[in-house]
């Protein structure tokens, strides 16, 4: 059972544009949601995050935007540059209880054309 | 600090043969992760440790995958015997985060480089 559906597998996106990928969980006992982002050959590291009692953060370029009644949550990347071609993860986890390792959704492979 | 270090970075192996794969976490870290990432399935928990014991495995596939954590600066995930649907890159993650802590920035996951497995 995936618990965590992202979409799109892949996504192209001009220079300058606002790269969107879309994430939607089902456990409402999650409380945390991060972004994981991973360039070739490495691990994924932590990109932004953001817990359920807000309906927006914002870091830099990039924006989480949270709808807790629709159990969504979606990566907006402004002004996208070839430097954020990488595989994005969005992923899921709550507080307490024995099972609190990350969720991942299975990833957006974005390419940024110049 | 040099980050999470995971051993080896490749590792091609024979059909049957057993392969371990090993991890030293950030230090200071209290929770390590072991995740199993392929094109099909994406990034999946295998197993959670924390404070060197075993918190959550049941994303452990079957009994041929075992993993260990015997001090907190060392673990390992053993495949005996390995099968070519083994092939995959597995990480090891480490958090300073303590169980039932909420997760934060702070608390985050940090991810070592993967050991691609390759079985033949």
């Known amino acids: 059972q995936q618990q965590v559906k992202q979409s799109p597998q892949s996504l192209i996106v001009q220079k300058g544009g606002i790269s969107i990928i879309n994430c939607a969980y089902e456990?409402?006992?999650?409380?945390?949601f991060p972004w994981y982002q991973q360039f070739p050959g490495k691990g994924p590291a932590l990109l932004i995050a953001i817990r359920p009692d807000v309906s927006e953060k914002k870091e830099g370029r990039f924006t989480i935007s949270f709808n807790k009644s629709a159990k969504q949550f979606s990566l907006h990347i402004m002004d996208s540059q070839p430097g954020d071609s990488a595989t994005y993860f969005c992923?899921?986890?709550?507080?307490?209880?024995?099972?609190?390792?990350?969720?991942f959704g299975k990833g957006t492979h974005l390419i940024i054309q110049p | 600090d040099a980050g999470v270090i995971q051993s080896p970075r490749h590792e091609v192996t024979e059909m049957g043969q057993e392969v371990t794969l090993r991890c030293k976490p950030i230090?200071?870290?209290?929770?390590l992760f072991w995740y199993r990432q392929t094109m099909m399935r994406g990034l999946e928990l295998l197993i959670y440790f924390n404070n060197n014991v075993p918190i959550d495995d049941s994303g452990m596939p079957e009994d041929r995958f075992s993993a260990k954590m015997p001090n907190a600066s060392f673990s390992t995930l053993k495949i005996q015997p390995s099968e070519p649907r083994d092939s995959a890159v597995y990480f090891c993650a480490s958090s300073p985060r303590t169980g039932g802590m909420g997760w934060d920035r702070g608390t985050e996951a940090f991810f070592g480089q993967g050991t691609r497995l390759t079985v033949v």
């Open positions: 230090s200071g870290h209290n929770s």
């Open positions: 992923a899921a986890s709550m507080t307490g209880g024995g099972a609190d390792g990350l969720t």
């Open positions: 456990n409402t006992a999650f409380d945390y």
